[in-house]
């Protein structure tokens, strides 16, 4: 789970700076670098942002991708990275991921493909809890795309969509360079799919909305992401 405070890279600050709500104070840093927002309190909730909303304006595909991925091993590469000045996104199955800190439902018995580590680490240096924490995978940067060059990182905010619930997450964790579609099992159990590591996720269905150049920091504050999440998917959804 993400906590306490934001950073924001200077692209994304410009769009959070007119709305700061009560209780966010801001810090800014030197004009070459990233603008902190640090949160004292989470303010009430605004209006949600309708999930047929969200993937109305994630119809039409501008690929930055400079081809397609799997979604699963051996499948064919059907899926682009798509791009609009906001946020990247892409549509795809859920595949559980399980890895980090090890739990209940989530360790080397429960699933045969578990890691101990993530990409990603707490504040406090300990791997992400994968129970807990809605975090989204990434792929390994690749020649097909390199998802920093869209300004996407760790505790970048994310807004997946499955069906109509719509779910805020960070990015937590760095798959393989060929695979797209993952998603941590408390991101998975949020929307409403089987969050089982073996046979759980879902086939295909869901969308992931990645915000450019934002990071919540710690990573752990999911309450952070789910705030930040909101005002952007509001600001996406009705952006030209």
């Given amino acids: 789970?993400?906590?306490?405070?934001?950073?924001?890279?200077?692209?994304?600050?410009?769009?959070?700076?007119?709305?700061?709500?009560?209780?966010?104070?801001?810090?800014?840093?030197?004009?070459?670098?990233?603008?902190?927002?640090?949160?004292?309190?989470?303010?009430?909730?605004?209006?949600?942002?309708?999930?047929?909303?969200?993937?109305?304006?994630?119809?039409?595909?501008?690929?930055?991708?400079?081809?397609?991925?799997?979604?699963?091993?051996g499948a064919p590469a059907t899926t682009p990275v798509c791009g609009t000045r906001e946020a990247v996104f892409w549509k795809a199955d859920l595949d559980i991921d399980c890895d980090g800190r090890p739990g209940r439902h989530c360790n080397d018995r429960t699933d045969p493909l578990f890691s101990g580590?993530?990409?990603?680490?707490?504040?406090?240096?300990?791997?992400?809890?994968?129970?807990?924490?809605?975090?989204?995978?990434?792929?390994?940067?690749s020649r097909?795309?390199?998802?920093?060059?869209?300004?996407?990182?760790?505790?970048?905010?994310?807004?997946?969509?499955?069906?109509?619930?719509?779910?805020?997450?960070?990015?937590?964790?760095?798959?393989?360079?060929?695979?797209?579609g993952e998603a941590s099992y408390a991101t998975a159990e949020a929307l409403g799919i089987r969050p089982d590591p073996r046979g759980g996720g879902t086939a295909s269905g869901v969308t992931y909305i990645v915000f450019k150049d934002t990071r919540v920091a710690p990573i752990e504050d999911h309450a952070a992401a789910v705030m930040v999440g909101e005002r952007l998917a509001r600001q996406f959804v009705r952006s030209r």
């Fill in 1 to 73: 789970m993400r906590a306490q405070s934001l950073t924001v890279a200077a692209a994304g600050a410009a769009l959070l700076a007119p709305t700061t709500p009560p209780g966010i104070t801001s810090v800014a840093a030197s004009a070459a670098g990233p603008q902190v927002v640090r949160q004292d309190s989470v303010p009430r909730r605004a209006a949600e942002v309708r999930a047929a909303d969200l993937l109305a304006k994630a119809r039409d595909c501008a690929p930055v991708s400079r081809g397609r991925y799997r979604n699963d091993d």
């Fill in 144 to 180: 097909v795309w390199d998802h920093g060059d869209d300004g996407v990182r760790g505790g970048s905010v994310a807004a997946v969509v499955h069906r109509d619930r719509v779910r805020y997450a960070v990015v937590g964790d760095v798959g393989p360079h060929d695979l797209i």
């Fill in 117 to 141: 580590s993530t990409a990603y680490q707490q504040s406090d240096g300990r791997q992400l809890d994968a129970e807990r924490l809605p975090y989204v995978v990434v792929p390994g940067p």
